[in-house]
């Protein structure tokens, strides 16, 4: 079903890229003057569903070998630092001058928000709301152990209390799980079927991980290296582009 699925996507989007940029071939687009250019970018979404479908695992194409690049690692890929997200320090006080700290423009760049399953007395319901009104553009609670090592992604929908103007506050019935959950190390259980625990090694190959992803319905998901270390966020689009891109260059060749 999934391959079948990919396939159809593939190809619709494929048919729906030729005929647009055929019309404008047809009215002499400068920016596609290469037929070539315009016939490779059709193609690619095809290429790509044929992939990640399982329906090919070589492709040779423009007179250039893409399986080198198509099997590549997911560490070829820049992945999204970990210093975007924002962990709370130790006590409150010292918790609240952090955040006091912070520039304007990093308090915007934070997407994730750290907390460490196995803290005891540590997170307050207060403390938690106040960093996401300070930071405006978190969108998930990142979970790691104490050691560092990932558990999930929770999005922070789940807290967002819809009564509130602009949906700026949060559930405390919810963080209160959230906390207690923290607390007994039992947050994927707590929350269950809320949780976005797909995490992919980054020795796996694009199409591989893609393929995953994919499979999963996810946007995006963490990067450990081998050992089982964190490295980072990983998304889905990244490793489209990559693999479009490749196709791209091949044409050229």
Same mark, same amino acid.
């Given at each position: 079903?999934? /391959? +079948? ?7 619709? =989007?494929? *048919? ?5 940029? @055929? ?19 059709? *193609? #690619? ?7 990640? $479908? ?23 890929? +820049?992945? %999204?630092?970990?210093?975007? *997200?924002?962990?709370?320090? $130790?006590?409150? /006080? ?32 207060? $403390? ?19 050691? @560092? ?8 929908? !789940? ?24 607390? %007994?190390? +039992? *947050?994927?259980?707590?929350?269950? @079927? ?12 694009? =199409? ?9 319905? =996810? ?5 450990? #290296?081998?050992? @089982? +270390? ?5 998304? %889905? ?5 990559? !693999?479009?891109?490749?196709?791209? #260059?091949?044409? %050229?060749?």
């Amino acid at each position: 079903m999934y /391959k +079948n699925r990919a396939l159809g996507i593939g190809m619709s =989007v494929s *048919v729906f890229l030729f005929v647009a940029l @055929g019309v404008l071939q047809a009215i002499e687009a400068k920016f596609l003057e290469l037929p070539m250019h315009w016939i490779a970018i059709a *193609v #690619s979404p095809l290429i790509l569903a044929l992939f990640t $479908g399982g329906f090919i695992t070589r492709f040779k194409g423009f007179g250039v070998e893409l399986e080198t690049t198509l099997k590549a690692p997911v560490a070829s890929l +820049n992945l %999204t630092a970990s210093d975007v *997200v924002a962990d709370i320090p $130790g006590d409150e /006080k010292g918790s609240f001058s952090y955040l006091d700290s912070l520039p304007a423009d990093k308090k915007l760049a934070v997407k994730w928000l750290l907390l460490r399953s196995g803290k005891k007395h540590y997170y307050s319901a207060h $403390g938690i709301e106040t960093y996401v009104r300070e930071l405006p553009n978190i969108q998930y609670f990142e979970v790691r152990t104490e050691s @560092g090592e990932f558990i999930c992604f929770l999005p922070i929908t !789940i807290f967002r209390d819809g009564r509130q103007p602009f949906n700026s506050g949060l559930k405390h019935d919810k963080l209160q799980q959230l906390i207690e959950a923290i607390e %007994t190390e +039992n *947050v994927t259980e707590s929350f269950r @079927g809320q949780t976005i625990t797909l995490k992919v090694k980054s020795d796996q190959s694009l =199409v591989a991980v893609l393929r995953l992803m994919r499979a999963e319905n =996810v946007e995006f998901a963490a990067i450990v #290296s081998p050992s @089982g +270390n964190y490295l980072g966020v990983l998304f %889905t689009n990244e490793v489209e582009k990559k !693999i479009a891109d490749s196709v791209l #260059s091949a044409s %050229t060749a």
